[in-house]
């Protein structure tokens, strides 16, 4: 099976922490980037969180207060991720940050 090259589309529309992405069974992720735009009229909080399904723990890897009208990458170098892995964000104001994770889905052929 090939490799996959996808993104995701991100829009933020609650304060929760909320799922961006879960790495399918059978695969491995490398997210290239995450970048996050600030819609906002003021300052607005992001953090970025991993649920490493193989620890049952979140971790968070992002946490910046993002100026008006500015874009940020939440991902500074490759980010490996393993099946049942999960990508989350949290914001200080709702639908107010948007943005796209690119990434790269390799098929785990220890599982086929």
Known sequence: ?????????IDVDSTNLTSIYTVPAG?????KSIQLTNE???????ELHITDSSASATFE???????TGTTENGVLSPLVLEAGD????????ANKI??????LEIFDEKSS
């Open 1 to 9: 099976m090939a490799n996959l090259y996808k993104n995701v589309g």
């Open 27 to 31: 695969r491995t992720t490398i997210v």
């Open 40 to 46: 906002h009229s003021s300052n607005n909080l992001v």
């Open 61 to 67: 890897f992002f946490h910046k207060t993002m100026a």
């Open 86 to 93: 999960i990508v989350k964000i949290q914001v200080g104001t």
């Open 98 to 103: 948007e943005g796209v994770m690119s990434y």
